[in-house]
């Protein structure tokens, strides 16, 4: 190879601790960079030519490649930003650039791309962007069933739009029920006393004018919000009595009627219907009542159907009390009260967006301020098969190429929220390469300067 073969071998040297250099240099400078992968360098040798053994050949030059770390996982660090994501495993969050501005709203491109950097924000419009520009993108979900709506992903916006109210359909109740109500008329012996005496109050619905009689013959069976189809209130009261029977000689221990309250109207109290037990405590069988509210038993014979109820000016159709499940009962119980009380109900009033959250399973949800919880958006994670073959761009982005393979978005690791991943560059990893590559580099211009002295001696030998 010669002395010329040398500088030549010197100088493709010092090309390639430049390119070490040069990503060492990168390294650093985005040692804080959110999802940064750092790039290696890997050195490869030229043989230069000669024999066909080696012991006729000679070190040839040197040149060096960049290598991906994209696999290598950085550190998650937790944040307080909602909207922070991070990667736990395999995947990049998938997501594509703003195009422009039509009347007044961002259009996207059609090319996606590729990030570790979850430092997502909302913005003004409503849509998830990282600092990078980079918007997110993911399946929108149908509200009623949860499922994917289509199977391409789409730009992730999160509207303003409140969430429509929705009228309760059902209650559900439980409680037991004492064997003997201790209301203000027991007198603590005769259990005749505790009973609503039809003769004073009248029969189905209490009128005003009976209400206080109506209370100290009751026990409370407490009382729940419910709403009608425009999201408007109801506070209804649920109140317990049992009923004297024709017979004063022969107390009807096992049947109640249950009442709900009119809020200030006449009637006061409103009769839904009267429920039997049987001797074990259990519930037995249903009756509507004959107030002026229109009730249904219901097929299973375990609920009453409510066609219309007003509190107040106020009224909900369609509405459900239901004792599923064996949730009305009648045992004994010496205070004499509705006990283990609970009531549930399914609507609730329109509601304004108040915050956002990502779940385990990666789905953007909502939260309103009537409590309810919306799952908006899936967010996928992309696999490649050569991902190291992907291209890097600008803002620790990749987009894919025809080496690397197409987006599989059906796996993945996981998604954490809440938190951000860090670059895979160490500052103190690099500067030790830092140490190795500038002596290399030296050493290189040492070569190129004993090869020239060489040159010049043979120069000033042939004169």
């Known amino acids: 190879m010669g002395i010329y073969g040398a500088i030549n071998a010197a100088v493709s040297g010092l090309s390639a601790q430049a390119t070490a250099l040069e990503n060492l240099s990168g390294n650093v400078a985005n040692s804080q960079t959110t999802g940064y992968k750092r790039l290696d360098t890997t050195f490869s040798d030229l043989v230069s030519g000669g024999g066909a053994t080696q012991a006729s050949q000679v070190s040839g030059t040197s040149y060096a490649t960049s290598r991906a770390t994209n696999t290598l996982q950085g550190d998650i660090s937790a944040n307080d930003v909602d909207t922070y994501l991070a990667i736990n495993g395999e995947g990049y969050f998938v997501v594509t650039k703003a195009n422009d501005v039509v009347d007044g709203s961002t259009t996207f491109a059609d090319t996606n791309y590729y990030t570790r ?8 419009e409503g849509y998830l962007v990282n600092s990078s520009g980079y918007y997110l993108t993911g399946y929108e979900l149908d509200p009623d069933t949860g499922n994917a709506v289509g ?3 789409s730009v992730v916006k999160i509207s303003d739009q409140p969430l429509a109210a929705e009228a309760t359909t059902q209650v559900d109740y439980q409680a037991n029920l004492p064997t003997v109500p201790q209301n203000e008329a027991y007198d603590g012996s005769d259990p005749d006393t505790a009973l609503l005496d039809t003769a004073t109050v009248g029969t189905d619905d209490i009128a005003a004018a009976d209400e206080q009689t109506f209370l100290d013959q009751s026990i409370t069976g407490g009382s729940i919000t419910i709403y009608n189809e425009n999201g408007t209130p ?3 009261e649920i109140r317990w ?4 029977n024709a017979d004063p000689g022969v107390p009807q221990l096992d049947t109640w009627t249950i009442f709900m309250g009119s809020g200030d109207n006449d009637p006061a109290w409103l009769e839904i219907g009267n429920v039997t037990f049987d001797g074990s405590g259990e519930m037995d069988t249903l009756t509507a009542g004959d107030g002026s509210t229109t009730v249904a038993v219901s097929a299973a014979g375990n609920s009453f159907e409510i066609a219309s109820i007003t509190v107040g000016d106020v009224t909900a159709a369609n509405v459900e009390v239901s004792f599923a499940g064996g949730s009305l009962t009648q045992y004994s119980d010496s205070a004499g009260v509705a006990s283990s009380v609970s009531i549930e109900q399914d609507g609730y009033p329109a509601g304004e967006v108040t915050g956002i959250y990502v779940d385990e399973a990666g789905r953007i949800n909502a939260t309103y301020s009537n409590s309810q919880v919306r799952a908006l958006y899936e967010v996928p994670l992309a696999t490649f098969k050569a991902e190291q073959n992907l291209q890097r761009i600008d803002g620790a982005a990749f987009a894919a190429t025809p080496t690397s393979g197409e987006a599989d978005l059906s796996g993945g690791g996981s998604i954490i929220a809440n938190a ?3 670059s895979n560059s160490d500052i103190a990893t690099e500067f030790s390469k830092l140490i190795i590559t500038q002596q290399a580099y030296s050493a290189n211009t040492r070569v190129v300067s004993a090869a ?6 043979a120069l000033n030998m042939v004169q």
């Open 234 to 236: 109801l506070n209804v």
């Open 117 to 124: 950097a979850g430092d997502f924000e909302i913005d003004e």
């Open 452 to 457: 020239d002295d060489m040159l010049t001696d």
């Open 420 to 422: 951000l991943e860090l």
């Open 151 to 153: 199977d391409a992903v």
């Open 241 to 244: 009595s049992k009923t004297l």
